[in-house]
């Protein structure tokens, strides 16, 4: 059974601190991994992608990810109110899958 | 605009009554797939379709079925539905070909109780 694991939260942090997500995940072969932002009651919505050991920056957004830990993280910088939202981590499995396996994710809360 | 559409976004039923709630999408992707969520269990996947009239099982396929006879639509049915489908379900759908990422586009979810 493939799992993805995240901590269910809440994480509060202040405005303009560091946001820090984590993820694991226990396929050693899974070659994709995603951070979805959800709004209470909304569809999951894609703000991050990576599949290559490192960082990807993407404005305010860094994805980091370690294959041989099976760690990835999200870290999301000077953090807006507008962030608050359950934050998903989702993981691919090996080369040519469509299928995506989801944590339970994180419910971040930012605080004015 | 590329969009997912699903429909109806709300519905209340009753034991037993079947239903079926449509998906369907105009982005010319091969990839379509059904998850429900649900507090404390997250996303899990319900049926997913490679391409026209390709489906195979997910997570948690008990109690649904699905059909892919044209490539833009992706149909859930419940046959028989209980009160344990009370859920918020999500329609995706993804890129057709290459390499990863695999991008999937989610629909904006269908709200479902059923007593």
Known sequence: QKEVEQNSGPLSVPEGAIASLNCTYSDRGSQSFFWYRQYSGKSPELIMFIYSNGDKEDGRFTAQLNKASQYVSLLIRDSQPSDSATYLCAVTPGAGSYQLTFGKGTKLSVIP | ?????????????????????????????????????????????????????????????????????????????????????????????????????????FGPGTRLTVT
């Not at chain 2, 997910?58 to 539905?81: M, T």
Request: charged residues 20%.
């Open chain 2, 1 to 105: 605009e590329a969009q997912v559409t699903q429909n109806p976004r709300y519905l209340i039923t009753v034991t037993g009554k079947k239903l079926t709630v449509t998906c369907s999408q105009n982005m010319n992707h091969e990839y379509m797939s059904w998850y429900r969520q649900d507090p404390g269990l997250g996303l899990r996947q319900i049926y997913y379709s490679m391409n026209v009239e390709v489906t195979d099982k997910g997570d948690v396929p008990e109690g649904y079925k699905v059909s892919r006879k044209e490539k833009r639509n992706f149909p859930l049915i419940l046959e028989s539905p209980s009160p344990n489908q009370t859920s918020l379900y999500f329609c995706a759908s993804s890129l057709p070909t290459g390499a990863p990422p695999y991008e999937q586009y």
